[in-house]
């Protein structure tokens, strides 16, 4: 059993003893291109968080009869080339949704509170006197009462929706598809254009598609309410970042919160990092240690299924 790139998801703090039950174990930090062929050798069972598997290296590792994909999102294997060779690959669903739902709330509430900024002014000598310094400075804003629209009404949006209406929030969810199981108490459906217009605050949560890609732009931007929030924790490519930088220097937007942007890791020269009210997270809401653990367990879970037949 090798591991390509293990740092990622257990940088120490975890344990690896579930997959040393099912063989020898290799685990390496992380793994780059050129080294991939090599590190695999005659390995038989590969996880990969993500270091590429294309054709080339299943070409060229022919030992290969299991491919375990540590992370949600399977792109990094060319799956189609492995359902032609027969060789099973396997993913991890859901292990993050409390984690990220959480991170987008927590995302919302600092946009709103300004936790960080009033503790660092408090640490440099400014206490709020409203003499010299003053809460207007960070002004806070109070969520009951306001409207979420959320984009991709799945596990994590319906996760992020449940907490949001903890705090008095009423829900709009647009959805590709609207099923009857996802119809719930207080949430309400509506097409694209009127979740744009009646949300103080907007969460992203569905998936990057072709379709998907850009859908916060100049255009849907202009269809917000005045100094309405937004918040990504999907995918970068959803926002195009330059139209959501002129926003919030506009003031038409009055924040936005992104844990994911649209080349990562961020370059210098990214836009979003000198936009006003602009908080960014470096791809972490999936990241505490229990879903981590969650995450390694049910890597296990289907190797075990697999070695079982
Ligand atoms: P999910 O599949 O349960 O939900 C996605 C929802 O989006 C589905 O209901 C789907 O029908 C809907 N959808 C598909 N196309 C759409 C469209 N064009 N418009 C509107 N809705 C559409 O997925 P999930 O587990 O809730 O995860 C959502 C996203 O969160 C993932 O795609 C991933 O990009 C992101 N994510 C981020 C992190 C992180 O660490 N920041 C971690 C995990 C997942």
């Known amino acids: ?4 790139d293990g740092y990622a998801l257990n940088p120490g703090d975890l344990s690896w003893h579930g997959f040393e039950k099912h063989g020898e174990l290799t685990v390496y930090d992380r793994t780059l291109p050129h080294e991939t062929v090599d590190k695999i050798g005659d390995a038989e069972i590969i996880f990969t968080n993500k270091t590429l598997i294309t054709k080339e290296i299943f070409d060229k590792c022919p ?45 919302l509430l600092e946009l709103c509170h300004r ?6 002014s408090v640490k440099s000598g400014e206490w709020s006197n409203c003499a010299d310094f003053c809460y207007w400075k960070y002004p806070l804003i109070e969520l009951s009462g306001k409207t979420m629209g959320i984009i991709g009404f799945g596990r994590i949006g319906r996760a992020t929706a ?51 890609q850009g859908l916060i732009n100049k255009n849907s931007i202009s269809k917000m309410k005045d100094g309405a929030m937004l918040i990504n924790t999907s995918r970068g490519p959803l926002v195009v970042e330059q139209d959501l930088a002129d926003a919030l220097n506009s003031g ?6 992104v844990d994911v942007v649209s080349t990562e890791p961020i370059p210098s020269d990214n836009v979003l990092l000198k936009a006003r009210n602009c908080i960014i997270t470096p ?27």
């Open 162 to 212: 449940k907490i949001a209406q903890a705090l008095g929030m009423k829900i709009l969810a647009y959805n590709e598809r609207i099923r009857e199981d996802m119809q719930d108490g207080g949430m309400k459906y509506v097409p694209l254009d009127e979740l744009f217009a009646e949300s103080d605050v907007v969460s992203l949560h569905c998936p990057l598609f072709p379709s998907t």
């Open 115 to 120: 936790i960080g900024d009033h503790s660092n």
């Open 1 to 4: 059993i090798v591991v390509l």
């Open 283 to 309: 791809h972490i809401a999936w990241a505490p240690k229990e879903s981590r653990i969650r995450l390694m367990n049910i890597a296990v879970d289907n190797l075990a299924a697999f070695l079982s037949g």
């Open 63 to 107: 030992s290969i009869k299991f491919v375990g994909v540590l992370a949600t999102g399977y792109n990094v294997v060319n799956t189609e080339y492995a359902r032609l060779k027969g060789i099973p690959v396997t993913n991890i669903p859901a292990y993050s949704t409390g984690a990220v739902a959480q991170f987008a709330i927590a995302l």
């Open 252 to 257: 038409k937007l009055a924040g936005a919160a």
